[in-house]
């Protein structure tokens, strides 16, 4: 019912920042809670940021330097990264959930298909 487009992911220095997107394709998402992950090689998909009920939630590892926003009449999200540190590297997703803890992943029933994101030292 709902797929999901990432963008703007890249190769930045570390102290550099990035914009990522996240798209609704052709279908609308406002019911659903929102949130970003990520996925380094060799380790487990963390929870990054998410959006629930007006409300959004940060993991302690980027707080004070991600900022997550919405706009849903556009169906989009974003994920605004400042400051970025080598160990931010990983396969960054946007998903869309229906019920669940929103830190998570199980939670989440629609994923995109994730964008690079990799910081140089």
């Known amino acids: 019912q709902v797929q999901l487009v990432e963008s703007g992911g890249g190769l930045v220095q570390a102290g550099g920042s990035l914009r990522l997107s996240c798209a609704a394709s052709g279908r609308t998402f406002s019911g659903y809670a929102m949130g970003w992950f990520r996925q380094a090689p060799g380790k487990e998909r963390e929870f990054v940021a998410a959006?629930?009920?007006?409300?959004?939630y940060y993991a302690g590892s980027v707080k004070g330097r991600f900022t997550m926003s919405g706009d849903n009449v556009k169906n989009m999200v974003w994920l605004q990264m400042y400051s970025l540190k080598p160990e931010d590297t990983a396969v960054y997703y946007c998903?869309?959930?229906?019920?669940?803890?929103?830190?998570?992943?199980?939670?989440?029933?629609?994923w995109g298909q994730g964008t690079q994101v990799t910081v140089s030292s």
């Open positions: 998903a869309a959930r229906a019920s669940g803890p929103p830190e998570q992943a199980k939670s989440y029933d629609y």
């Open positions: 959006r629930w009920s007006g409300t959004i």
